[in-house]
């Protein structure tokens, strides 16, 4: 465990044809969400590897596999989701990291391209004086949440991959008198629209790349 007890979850699917990015699949084709779900899981790794002093647990949809990278002063693990459906996964995997005796964990995916260690850091920071923090998307879910032990609630009776993910999960904090925070709203790529506007308004694009 590192000297600030500080863990990100991460879940990313597989790199498997016909299984990546089907939103965009069914506009795209298979070998494009494919090739465009590489670049997004690059970014994000890119992004956690000047992470300094975190352990990262690298949840995979499907089966194991090793990365050639780890944070500055962290280590990396890797583990299998668990559970009927998104929340039950997440639930899972916070329960299993809170247990190797983690005070603040966060959870990302790797749809979200813009986000940075930065953002990450201001994430954790928020977590000592909120008890969860989101990372609002436009899409109205979250591209992050951390918490300082699991709230149960945030997982239960949640309409997954709608627009009022965020709006429900903030109802249950403030109607338990949780206290939250949220940082910098960004942009999941869920769609071809998605990612071609991403490729024109962001800095990070390289055409040499992708798509």
Request: proline share 2%; aromatic share 10%; glycine share 6%.
């Amino acid at each position: 465990m590192n000297s600030q007890n500080i863990a990100i979850i991460v879940f990313q699917k597989n790199l498997v044809l016909g299984r990546v990015k089907t939103r965009i699949a069914q506009q795209l084709g298979n070998e494009k969400a494919l090739e465009i779900y590489r670049v997004l899981v690059q970014k994000t790794h890119e992004q956690l590897a000047q992470l300094t002093d975190w352990d990262v647990f690298l949840y995979y949809s499907d089966f194991l596999e090793a990365v050639g990278w780890k944070p500055k002063e962290g280590k990396i693990s890797y583990r299998l989701q668990k559970g009927e459906d998104l929340g039950a996964k997440m639930r899972v995997a916070f329960d299993e990291v809170f247990l190797e005796g983690y005070q603040k964990v966060l959870i990302i995916g790797t749809d979200c391209p813009e986000i940075t260690a930065k953002i990450l850091n201001e994430a954790a920071a928020e977590l000592e004086h909120h008890d969860v923090v989101f990372g609002p998307a436009m899409d109205g879910g979250y591209y992050l949440l951390g918490m300082k032990k699991t709230q149960d609630g945030l997982f239960q009776n949640i309409p997954w991959s709608t627009d009022s993910v965020l709006e429900i999960s903030i109802q249950y904090l403030k109607q338990n008198q949780i206290s939250f925070q949220t940082i910098r709203t960004l942009t999941d790529i869920d769609t071809a629209e998605d990612w071609e506007k991403y490729k024109k308004s962001t800095l990070f694009y390289d055409e040499r790349n992708c798509c």
